[in-house]
């Protein structure tokens, strides 16, 4: 309930600095959704570079609704698709020399038809997951609260912090009965250095905490299924296979990144990324027990260069990822009194996800009330996954690609945006040791089976969405949709946007679009 609260709060806090709203509103908004912003992103993850991402202040309240289904989706283990009512307040405040931003939301909905997993967060634990063959339909609620402020110490020195907390619920009303309830805490430390007032490097440390309880109870005394722990390409922990329902995960996170960007983001920008994490899966009903350790290391790393003449913005970037998984099973001797004594551990599971890609964009404001543009993405994605015991192996790679045309134009104090967007994905290489998939006919390798089929697809993307955002209404439509050979995806919202007014506003230059 307290969560609640926050968030209400969060929204008053937006809505009390409605009395400062200039005329220029319209323009403001223009500056925050060019399509340069999405460039250089990374670099502004250090909080110490965040006083200069954007020149003019801006706070948003979004209510809306989100729908998506896939006819194919990717793994059986997230769900066919989603419905989901959200809200959530953004905010970017230059005050004083300080320079203030936020973010707090709420989603409630339902995930539908989530097969062959009982835990959330999928995509952090995979492997090491909680799941029966029976699912069904999960319903959902989280928080998410994030805030952070940067402060020149002098002309050159520049501290910066920022801080988030995500927390969800997850569980069904039918039989098998999840209860799953995580918290995600992070942190993040930086600093930056005006070299020439003109070139800004930065450093920043990261930190994180997470935990998950993961309850299961099961009330049909006629037909109860099997629970099992899952340890990879649709192997189990066949001794704890049952009616061991109850596990928590917790772990933590450290991480650093150094970035460059000049302070009007023109020229070159790079940023360069790295995080560890490590999380244990603990059996509650087996005394506490350590199952198994998963650790994973992420590199990111993008160089793109911008530039603009007040009318004509433009620019390109290199951009890469790395994401590793390393699983660890512990292994126990004889339970005496329900106490497993650990004798030995091995590391069975690992796995790489690789991507690197290019993007490129071009955006040209018309005299002041109209825009154009467009923005060019390829990729190469590369995935591996293997366990040792018994010897499986997975290899995937893909090529994607991607093209988005975007329109805007002002009519009196009213913006009207639209975009269009394809996409194309194809397989370029299936090289597996996948005569597994056929000779294990266990209930956990269907799953494995369904994937290792959906990543061999060649899939194709279409979609358009438009906006409208009104100053003497002060509010902004959005409708977006997604059409694809696999997926259909829906998004509807309603925004209203409040601009801060800067005491200082006659220091910084003025979006051309005015």
């Known amino acids: 309930m307290k969560k609640k609260y926050y968030f209400m709060a969060m929204i008053i806090l937006a809505t009390s600095h409605v009395g400062a709203q200039e005329a220029n509103l319209v323009g403001k908004v223009f500056e925050h959704i060019l399509l340069r912003d999405g460039m250089n992103a990374s670099v502004f ?34 769900g066919d698709g989603h419905s989901r009512v959200f ?152 001794r704890f296979r049952g009616v061991n329902t109850s596990t928590y995960y917790k772990g933590y996170g450290v991480g650093g990144m150094l970035t460059y960007s000049q302070k009007d983001q023109r020229g070159w920008f790079a940023q360069a990324e ?34 603009n003449d007040g009318h004509q913005y433009y620019g390109a970037n290199l951009d890469g990822e790395i994401y590793r998984k390393f699983g660890t099973e512990n292994i126990f001797g004889t339970a005496q009194d329900n106490i497993y004594p650990q004798i030995a551990s091995a590391e069975f599971y690992t796995s790489a996800q690789s991507r690197i890609g290019m993007e490129t964009f071009y955006q040209n404001v018309l005299s002041g009330k109209s825009s154009c543009g467009g923005k060019w993405k390829l990729a190469y994605m590369g995935y591996s996954e293997k366990y040792q015991e018994p010897y499986r192996r997975l290899r995937y790679a893909a090529v994607a690609t991607s093209l988005l045309l975007d329109g805007k134009v002002k009519v009196g104090k009213c913006l009207l945006m639209a975009n269009v967007h394809g996409g194309y994905e194809w397989a370029i290489k299936k090289n597996n040791d996948d005569s597994f998939l056929s000779e294990d006919n266990s209930a956990m390798m269907q799953p494995i089976v369904h994937t290792n089929e959906y990543l061999a697809m060649t ?56």
């Open 274 to 307: 790295y995080e560890y994490t490590n999380i244990d899966k603990i059996i509650s009903t087996l005394n506490e027990l350590p199952m198994a350790t998963l650790e994973s290391d992420r590199f990111h790393g993008t160089v793109g260069y911008l530039m």
């Open 459 to 514: 899939v194709g993307t279409w979609g358009r969405m438009w906006k409208f955002l009104c100053w003497s209404l002060v509010s902004f439509c959005h409708s977006s949709s997604c059409h694809g050979s696999t997926t259909i995806t829906s998004r509807q919202l309603i925004r209203m946007p409040w601009l801060y007014r800067q005491a200082f506003a006659s220091k910084r230059n003025d979006i051309t679009l005015k």
């Open 87 to 238: 809200a959530d307040v953004d905010a970017y405040l230059h005050k004083g020399k300080a320079t203030l931003w936020g973010n707090a939301y709420y989603v409630n909905g339902s995930t539908r038809n989530v097969r062959y997993n009982e835990t959330t967060d999928f995509d952090l634990l995979y492997p090491y997951l909680m799941a029966d063959t029976v699912g069904g339909k999960t319903q959902q609620e989280f928080y998410h609260f994030m805030g952070g402020f940067s402060y020149p110490l002098d002309k050159k020195w520049t501290i910066g912090a920022e801080g988030e907390y995500t927390a969800r619920m997850e569980y069904r009303t039918r039989d098998p009965r999840p209860k799953n309830l995580t918290g995600d805490l992070r942190a993040k430390v930086g600093i930056s250095y005006l070299l020439g007032g003109l070139h800004s490097i930065g450093a920043a440390v990261t930190a994180r905490k997470y935990k998950q309880t993961n309850e299961l109870k099961l009330y049909n005394e006629v037909s109860v299924p099997t629970i099992y722990h899952l340890t990879g390409l649709g192997n189990d922990y066949y």
């Open 45 to 78: 993850l250090n909080p110490a570079m965040q006083s200069f991402h954007y020149q003019h202040s801006l706070n948003t309240l979004n209510v809306g609704y989100d729908y998506r289904h896939a006819t194919t989706p990717e793994r059986w283990e997230e």
